[in-house]
């Protein structure tokens, strides 16, 4: 591919970015008391898990610490995703209205086109992993159970989440050139297996953890990774093996965007 046109493409996408991120700071005062009021309500989600760890101590042998440490990762894992590709998760609207008709017709790939249309702030999700991730890795330093290096291989661990999860959320999205509707499959894919993945997956059945794994593969988000990162089981493969899951994840859900486009039936409106 030519890469003055990729350049082209990417400058483009950073016009559209700014142009939503201006559109919404006309408001500052109610984009700051949203901010606040959203980060202490997502924190309180975690504060009532933490309420009854205290009380009846480790599940399962995981800590609190540990369990906030999946829960943070996974929620900026999930940050970063919908920051950069809401769009995506939004699919249906634009299949529904024929919105996507006009994205067709632009100059540059209908991904690239899709992703930054109302692009997405989240600094009280983003406040929230990362309050809670601080604390997290703060008290396990501390007790010695993890080093400085933990830190490093966390913010990986995170990019890596957020490209696995922004692949489920494109393959999801792709069904849609065939289903049209795709709310209540997005409710499974992303909300429900996503929330599951926030524990440990020795919570679940066995049937549910595999399937967290290698159907809906969040677990790899930051469940797998956690094993060696916290508890030194298996080995450091283990983050090799999670960014070659995200590159294969990426891979394949790009090839079935490309596939699933060419199905696309214009509404017509």
């Given at each position: ?229 916290l508890r030194g089981d298996m080995g450091s ?33």
């Amino acid at each position: 591919m030519n890469p003055a046109k990729i350049r082209s493409w990417l400058r483009l996408y950073r016009l559209l970015v700014r142009t939503t991120i201006r559109s919404r700071m006309q408001y500052k005062f109610n984009f700051v008391v949203g901010i606040l009021l959203a980060a202490l309500v997502q924190i309180s989600e975690f504060l009532m898990v933490a309420i009854v760890l205290d009380r009846f101590g480790a599940i399962r042998g995981w800590s609190v610490y540990e369990i906030g440490y999946l829960f943070a990762v996974m929620t900026l894992s999930k940050t970063i995703y919908r920051t950069f590709a809401d769009e995506v998760h939004h699919l249906e609207k634009y299949l529904v209205g024929g919105e996507l008709d006009q994205l067709l017709t632009r100059p540059m790939p209908v991904l690239l086109a899709l992703m930054p249309q109302k692009f997405r702030l989240m600094p009280a999700e983003l406040l929230q992993g990362g309050f809670i991730l601080s604390w997290a890795l703060g008290a396990m330093m501390r007790s010695g159970q993890i080093g400085w290096t933990a830190v490093i291989a966390t913010l990986f661990i995170i990019l890596t989440g957020a490209v696995i999860l922004f692949s489920i959320g494109l393959a999801t999205a792709t069904l849609g050139f065939w289903t049209t509707r795709i709310v209540e499959l997005q409710n499974i894919t992303e909300d429900a297996a996503r929330t599951a993945a926030q524990y440990p997956l020795t919570l679940y059945p066995k049937w549910m953890s595999s399937l967290l794994l290698f159907a809906i593969p969040v677990g790899f988000v930051n469940y797998v990774p956690s094993l060696y990162l916290l508890r030194g089981d298996m080995g450091s493969w283990v983050l090799a093996a999670t960014s070659g899951v995200a590159v294969i994840c990426l891979f394949a859900s790009l090839r079935f965007w490309r596939y699933g486009i060419t199905k696309y039936q214009s509404t017509g409106s």
